[in-house]
T-cell receptor, first 112, second 114 residues
Framework: DAKTTQPPSMDCAEGRAANLPCNHS???????VYWYRQIHSQGPQYIIH???NNETNEMASLIITEDRKSSTLILPHATLRDTAVYYC?????????????FGGGTRLMVKP | SAVISQKPSRDICQRGTSLTIQCQVD?????MFWYRQQPGQSLTLIAT?????????ESGFVIDKFPISRPNLTFSTLTVSNMSPEDSSIYLC???????????FGSGTRLTVV
């Protein structure tokens, strides 16, 4: 799986959009971009994933650049409960047995 | 997505003893994954557990230290053997969700070895 690079930490004001960047310059054509988050003392939680088109669900939006070398996770209206470590992971999807490889992630602190 | 029940949620154990962690899934899954998260660190995969076959261990992890059982398609156990303080970590099990739903993780077992 391709390697990802994320900033170690970010701050965001409550109610504002949180934009979390991820670089994955070695991504291959069949690799998807997945985002997970881990709130303190809990297991990681799936947020969203995409291949090349932008994606949106009830939790977040995922913007993938045209060359697929980077992406941004957007939390449109961050709340204090969004404070967590966010992991960007690149992997081949729907491949049973292909485990997740976690990098360092970005520690997002949402402040009042 | 699958619901995972992991037990115990936390434990404090004496050096040299062993602890068995249980992971129960509410649906049948082909593979289950066991991860370790050391204090302040990211998650590291320990092993992949297939029903009916030996677990596959990642580099740095061995069966004698982390024996795994997978008796059926909804259950697995991870044992941390002959524990030392360096084994103090959060241990998590995970399964792959249905197509497009990503992986689901248990809430983790916070282990402290004294």
């Amino acid at each position: 799986d391709a390697k990802t690079t994320q900033p170690p930490s970010m701050d965001c004001a409550e109610g504002r959009a949180a934009n979390l960047p991820c670089n994955h310059s070695t991504i291959s054509g069949n690799e998807y971009v997945y985002w997970y988050r881990q709130i303190h003392s809990q297991g990681p939680q799936y947020i969203i994933h995409g291949l090349k088109n932008n994606e949106t669900n009830e939790m977040a939006s995922l913007i993938i650049t045209e060359d697929r070398k980077s992406s941004t996770l957007i939390l449109p209206h961050a709340t204090l409960r969004d404070t967590a470590v966010y992991y960007c992971i690149v992997r081949v999807a729907y491949n049973a047995g292909n485990m997740l490889t976690f990098g360092g992630g970005t520690r997002l602190m949402v402040k009042p | 997505s699958a619901v995972i029940s992991q037990k115990p949620s936390r434990d404090i154990c004496q050096r040299g003893t062993s602890l068995t962690i249980q992971c129960q899934v509410d649906s049948q899954v082909t593979m289950m994954f066991w991860y370790r998260q050391q204090p302040g660190q990211s998650l590291t995969l320990i092993a992949t557990a297939n029903q009916g076959s030996e677990a596959t261990y990642e580099s740095g992890f061995v069966i004698d230290k982390f024996p795994i059982s997978r008796p059926n398609l909804t259950f697995s156990t991870l044992t941390v053997s002959n524990m030392s303080p360096e084994d103090s970590s959060i241990y998590l099990c995970s399964v792959e969700g249905r197509r497009g739903q990503g992986y689901t993780f248990g809430s983790g077992t916070r282990l402290t070895v004294v």
